[in-house]
C-alpha cells in the first residue's frame, strides 16, 4: 500500500517541473526564508524518475523500474534532490530514493510485515508496544519516499490516529497510566499542518501521566523549510520536554538550509537526535558513517541508533549482513568519541526493546 498525502496536503499531480536550483562549490543555494511556504515545496517535490535523472545529467540507463515506482512512487523534494552530486549514479542520496529493478525480486525473508506492527495496535493509530511508550502514527504520508521503508506496504494512510481528530488515539494514552512517553510517528507527522499537531497536543496536555513528547521525523532533513516559525512557536509552547529524532543517513543530506532548521528546533527547546538505517551502497563504510556522526554533531544532533534494516519486501539490496556491520561499528568505537557513536540495533517482533547486535 501507497502511503496516501494527507487531507490538507493533496499534491498537484502536474505539478511543474523547475529547473532544480544545484548547490556550487559546496554552497546551498535552495534557502527559504523561515516560515516559507513548506506546503509549496512539498507539492513540488520530483515524482518522475526521469525528469529526476535528466535534472543530475544522468542520462545514461540505470535500471529503473517502474513496477517499483507503481508500487512505491519516487517522492523526493527538490532541495534534497540538489544536494545530489551531478553525474553520479552511485550518489548516496539518489540511491535512497530511485525505485530500481532489484527492488522487484523476491528475496526469501523479506515480507510485507517485517516488524510485525500489524499485531502491536493498542487502538486506532496506536502502537504500543515497549514499556512507558505509546508510539501514534499520525498520518502516512511522507515528503520523501525512502526505498527501504518498511512502511511502502502499510494501509497506515488508512489507519492514522487524525482520522477521527486524535478523539480515539488520545483516549488511549488516558486509559493507561502508564504510557509516559507518546511518539508521533508516521508516515511523517510533520506532514500534518502545525494547527493539526497543535490540535493533538492540546488534547494530549490533558492527560496528566504524560511527561515526554518525542517526534520521529525526516521532514526537518528533507524539506527543512517545514521548520518555520509556526512550527518553532508550537513546539515552544508545549507543557513537556521534547524530543525531535531526525532521520539522515549520510553526511551529504546536510547542507546551511538543514544545519539553519536544526538551530530554530534548538532554539524552540528540543533534543534533537538522530536515527539512521544502515544500508549497503548508501553508508555501509567506516569513513561514511564516521562523517555522519561528526556532520550530525556540526549542526547540534546526537546519534541516537543505527538501525539495522527492517527485512521488508523490495529492500533486501540495501541489506549488510550483522557481521559486517558489527565490524564497521566496532570500528566507529575506536575512532568516535563515544557521545558520537549510535546504538547499533534491529528490531524484532516481539521483543520488548530495539536489540543491540
Ligand atoms: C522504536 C519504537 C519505539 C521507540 O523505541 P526507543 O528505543 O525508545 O527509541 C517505540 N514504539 C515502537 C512501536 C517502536 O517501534
Ligand atoms: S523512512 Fe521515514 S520518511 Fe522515509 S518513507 Fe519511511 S517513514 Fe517516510
Same mark, same amino acid.
Given at each position: 500500500m501507497i502511503p496516501a498525502a494527507s487531507p490538507d496536503l493533496q499534491p498537484a499531480e502536474g505539478a511543474r517541473d523547475h529547473a532544480i536550483r544545484h548547490r556550487s562549490g559546496g554552497q546551498a543555494l535552495l534557502s527559504e526564508p523561515i516560515g516559507g511556504d513548506w506546503k509549496r515545496l512539498w507539492r513540488e517535490a520530483i515524482r518522475d524518475p526521469r525528469a529526476l535523472l535528466s535534472l543530475l545529467d544522468l542520462d545514461r540507463a540505470l535500471p529503473v523500474s517502474d513496477a517499483a515506482a507503481m508500487q512505491f512512487p519516487l517522492r523526493v523534494p527538490r532541495g534534497f534532490a540538489a544536494r545530489m552530486r551531478r553525474g553520479d549514479p552511485d550518489d548516496p542520496l539518489l540511491r535512497q530514493v530511485l525505485p530500481l529493478d532489484d527492488e522487484m525480486q523476491p528475496v526469501p525473508g523479506f515480507t510485507p510485515d517485517a516488524v510485525g506492527d500489524g499485531l502491536s495496535r493498542a487502538g486506532h493509530g496506536v502502537i504500543h508496544k515497549y514499556q512507558g511508550r505509546a508510539l501514534l502514527v499520525a498520518t502516512g504520508s511522507c515528503a520523501v519516499h525512502c526505498r527501504y521503508c518498511f512502511r511502502r506496504h502499510f494501509p497506515y494512510a488508512q489507519e492514522s490516529a487524525a482520522a477521527d481528530g486524535w478523539q480515539m488515539a488520545v483516549e488511549t494514552i488516558r486509559a493507561d497510566a502508564s504510557i509516559t512517553e507518546v511518539i508521533l510517528s508516521g508516515g511523517d507527522p510533520l506532514s500534518l499542518a502545525t494547527s493539526k499537531l497543535a490540535a493533538l497536543t492540546i488534547l494530549l496536555s490533558a492527560v496528566p501521566h504524560i511527561r515526554r513528547l518525542r517526534i520521529h521525523t525526516r521532514l526537518p532533513i528533507v524539506l527543512p523549510e517545514r521548520i518555520d516559525a509556526e512550527?518553532?512557536?508550537?513546539? @515552544?509552547? *508545549?507543557?513537556?520536554?521534547?524530543?525531535?529524532?531526525? #532521520? $539522515?543517513? #549520510? $553526511?551529504?543530506?546536510?547542507?546551511?538550509?538543514?544545519?539553519?532548521?536544526?538551530?530554530?528546533?534548538? =532554539?524552540?527547546?528540543?533534543?534533537?537526535?538522530?536515527?539512521?538505517? *544502515?544500508?549497503?551502497?548508501?553508508?555501509? @563504510?567506516?569513513? $561514511?558513517?564516521?562523517?555522519? @556522526?561528526?556532520?550530525?554533531?556540526?549542526?547540534?544532533? *546526537?546519534?541516537?541508533?543505527? #538501525? =539495522?534494516?527492517?527485512?521488508?519486501?523490495g529492500a533486501a539490496h540495501f541489506e549488510v549482513d550483522d557481521e559486517r556491520a558489527r565490524v564497521l561499528h566496532a570500528a566507529l568505537v575506536a575512532r568516535l568519541p563515544g557521545y558520537l557513536v549510535p546504538k547499533l540495533v534491529r528490531e524484532v517482533a516481539g521483543d520488548p526493546a530495539k536489540r543491540p547486535l
Open positions: 512550527c518553532t512557536a508550537w513546539l @515552544s509552547s *508545549l507543557p513537556w520536554p521534547v524530543a525531535v529524532v531526525v #532521520h $539522515a543517513n #549520510h $553526511a551529504n543530506e546536510f547542507d546551511a538550509t538543514v544545519d539553519a532548521a536544526m538551530a530554530r528546533l534548538r =532554539q524552540a527547546g528540543t533534543t534533537v537526535l538522530n536515527q539512521a538505517v *544502515l544500508l549497503r551502497g548508501v553508508n555501509d @563504510s567506516v569513513a $561514511a558513517l564516521a562523517a555522519l @556522526s561528526e556532520r550530525c554533531f556540526d549542526a547540534g544532533v *546526537l546519534p541516537y541508533y543505527l #538501525h =539495522q534494516l527492517d527485512r521488508v519486501a
